[in-house]
Nanobody
Framework: VQLQASGGGLVQAGGSLTLSCAAS????????MSWFRQAPGKGREGVSC????????YYSDSVKGRFTVSRDNAKNTVFLQIHSLEPEDTATYYC?????????????????????????WGQGTLVTVSS
């Protein structure tokens, strides 16, 4: 599975951005998809996930109400719309694929065992928010 995130860039605080994640060599419709981010000098943080069919989604408290995850299985692509950007959102954003919705949800909540990790990680895209 090859995942490639795109759409990052430099944005002013309060602005919006849409990230995309495209896959090759696999159909994403078989996977739960998630977005993680890693801020400079910090660990990775799960921010959202969406079920394989798109009928369920979940967000971390830090982004709830500002981030929207969606997917287009026909285009084999997942999206993350980010609104009301804050400097604290500055991070490299990664798309992640796994078949276990509850694992991804637990990772977002920070309650999954440290030994557990999503199955597939993509290349990240950098989002920088200026104040």
């Amino acid at each position: 599975v090859q995942l490639q995130a795109s759409g990052g860039g430099l944005v002013q605080a309060g602005g919006s951005l849409t990230l995309s994640c495209a896959a090759s060599r696999v159909s994403l419709e078989n996977y739960v998809m998630s977005w993680f981010r890693q801020a400079p000098g910090k660990g990775r943080e799960g921010v959202s996930c969406i079920s394989s069919s798109g009928d369920r989604s979940y967000y971390s408290d830090s982004v709830k109400g500002r981030f929207t995850v969606s997917r287009d299985n026909a285009k084999n692509t997942v999206f993350l719309q980010i609104h009301s950007l804050e400097p604290e959102d500055t991070a490299t954003y990664y798309c992640v694929a796994d078949k276990n919705y509850y694992l991804l949800k637990a990772l977002i909540d920070g309650v999954a065992p440290e030994s557990m990790s999503p199955e597939h990680w993509g290349q990240g895209t950098l989002v920088t928010v200026s104040s």
